[in-house]
C-alpha cells in the first residue's frame, strides 16, 4: 500500500474509487512538496498527531523541552538552509512561548515559520472560554512580516504557499500560521485536496539593481581614498561568498565582518580589519556597506565611533530592503536589491584599470593590526589559575582552527564578547550568535539546528548564565545523539561572581549564582558526557575527545570569578554609566 503521502492524483489507479485526504496530511503533504523535510516543535492538543503523522511519513521531527529553543532552531535551520525553518506549537501557552523565536527571528532576517494550533474561531471571537483560548493570530501580527489563518482544508495549500514565500523572498523574516484544531479533521476529495496544494516556484526571486545605481557606488568606491567594506549577516545569508571574496580581492578594499558575517572570508584573511576595528570605522572614507544594518551594533552609522568631528562619510549601502536605505544615516549610493545581483555587477563594473587603495591606507591598517595582534597573542598565552576567558578561548580557538567545518554557537556577555574577536571562522555561515537583539537563550535551540541542518559537529560556547536559559534542551541533545559540545563558562555569575548584596541581607546579589555549580552533570543525567575543568590542559583534551565521540558533551570550565566587566563590551548601554557622564 503506498503512503497517502505518495500518491499522485493523475498516476494512482485508486482515485478511481473515492478517497477522502484529511487537513492532517494535506498540511504534510503541502510542506513535503515544498522540499520542507524537517519539523523543530513541541507536542500536545492539537498537533500531537500531527507530528506522530510527520514522523510517520518519513519527516524528521525534532521534539524540544520548551517551545522557545524550538523557535531557535527553527529560525537557525531557516538561515543555515534559505528555507524557512517549521516550528509547531500548541495553542495559546505554547505559541506564547514560541513567539520570542518568532520576533527574533523577524529581527534577524532568518526565515522561519511558526505553526501554531488554535482553538475554534467561533468560541474565540465569542470569548466563551475555550481550552487554551486565544486570538493568537492578532497577537503574532505585530511581531512578524506576515500572519495568515487558514479556516478551510481547500486552502492549507494556499496558506503553506503564501507563508513560504514570505519568509523567504525579500527581506527575509518570521511568519506567523494559525491552524485551528477543526481544520485537521476536514477532509477533501483525495483528488482535488493534492491539487490545491501549491509548490512555490521561484520563493526568493533575484532582484537586479538599477544600472544607474550600480553607477553611482562604482563612481563613489573609485574615489574613496580611505574605502572600507562592511560584511553584515545579510550577506553571509545571501550565499554569494564567492563574488563577495572577489570583490573585496579585487578592489583591495580592507573589511570589516559583523560577528555573524565572520568566516565569510576566513577571519585570517591580510584584508580582514577586525583587528582594528575602531581605526577603520573612524577614519574611512567611502563605506560600503553589504547585508548589514546601521543600527546599534554599528553605532547608527555616526558619532564618535565613525569619527564624525573628522568630518562627513559617504556611504554605499547594498540591501534587499529599499525602506532600510537612510534609516540612520544619509546613504549616498543606494544600491537595492539582492546582495548576489548587486556584488556582481559591482564586479562586472570594476574593470582591469582599478586602483587599488593607497599604501597609506592598507599599510596604516596593517601596523595597527599586527600590534593589535602581538597584545593579543599576550593574553592569549597567558595560563592563570583559575582561567581567564581569554587562556580558555585560546583553547576554543585552536579546536575550531582544527575543525573550521564546525558550526560555532555563542551567547553570554564577556564570553560572547571575547569568543567574537578571539575565536577565527575560517567558512561563510558557521558562527550563530545572540544576533540583532543581543538575545540571551539561543544557546541549545540554534546548536540542536546547527547538528540536524548540517550534519556538522557543534562547538557551543557558553556563558553560565547564557546557558541557563536553554540547559533543559541538553535532554534534547541526548535524545537525538547529536555531535554537540557546550563550552560553559563558569565565572559563578552575571558578568561576573563576585557582587555583594549591599542592603545587608542574606540574599545574593541579583547577578550571582550558586557557587562552582556542577553543569556539567545535568549532560550525565541524560547519558551525554559531562566533565569539569579547571585548567586548558584539560579543556583541550575534553574538546578533543567530544569531537572525536561525537556525543552529547558538556565541559564545564571553572573561570575566575572576578573575571569579566559588566555588560562585556556593551557597558556604555547601562543606564547608570549614562546617568555618571
Ligand atoms: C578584534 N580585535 C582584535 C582581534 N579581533 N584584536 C586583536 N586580535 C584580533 N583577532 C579588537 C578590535 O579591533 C577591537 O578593538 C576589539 O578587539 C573588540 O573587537 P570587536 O568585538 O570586533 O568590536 P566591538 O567594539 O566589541 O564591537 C562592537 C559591537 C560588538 C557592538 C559590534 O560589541 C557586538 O557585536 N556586541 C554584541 C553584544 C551583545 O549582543 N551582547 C549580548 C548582551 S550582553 P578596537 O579596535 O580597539 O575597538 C548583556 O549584557
Ligand atoms: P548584522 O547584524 O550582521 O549587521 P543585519 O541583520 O543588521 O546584519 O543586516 C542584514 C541586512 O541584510 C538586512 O537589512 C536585510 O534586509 C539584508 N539582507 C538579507 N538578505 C539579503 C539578500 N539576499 N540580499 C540583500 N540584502 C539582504
Ligand atoms: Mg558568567
Redesign the pocket.
Known sequence: MPSILEIKPETDAVSETPVLIDGFHLFLNALKLNDIDTIFGLPGIPITDLLRMAQAEGMRVISFRHEQHAGNAAAAAGFLSAKPGICMTVSAPGFLNGLTALANATTNCFPMILISGSSEREIVDLQQGDYEEMDQLAIAKPLCKAAFRVLRAQDIGVGIARAIRAAVSGRPGGVYLDLPAKLFSQTLPLDAGLNSLIKVVDPAPSQLPGPDSVARALNLLKNAKRPLILLGKGAAYARADADIRALVEKTGIPYLPM?MAKGLLPDTHELSA??????VLQEADVVLVIGARLNW?LSHGKGKTWGQEKGPKKFIQIDIAPTEIDSNVAIDAPLVGDIGSCVSALLTGIGGDWAKPSADWTGAIAERKAK??GK?AATLAARPTPMSFQSALSVVKEIVKDNPEAIVVSEG?NT??FA??IVDMYLPRKRLD?GTW?IMGIGMGFAVAGAVVTGQQVIAIEGDSAFGFSGMEVETLCRYHLPVCIVVFNNNGIYKGTDQNTSGGNDLAPTVFVKNARYEMMMQAFGGVGVYVTTTDELHTAMVEAIASGKPTLINAAIDETAGTE????TNLNPAKALKK
Not at 555588560?567 to 556593551?570: A, H
Open positions: 560577528s577586525a583587528a582594528t576595528r575602531s581605526f551594533l593589535n595582534f593579543m556577555a560572547l564578547d567574537r574577536s545572540v543581543g555588560s562585556g563590551r556593551i
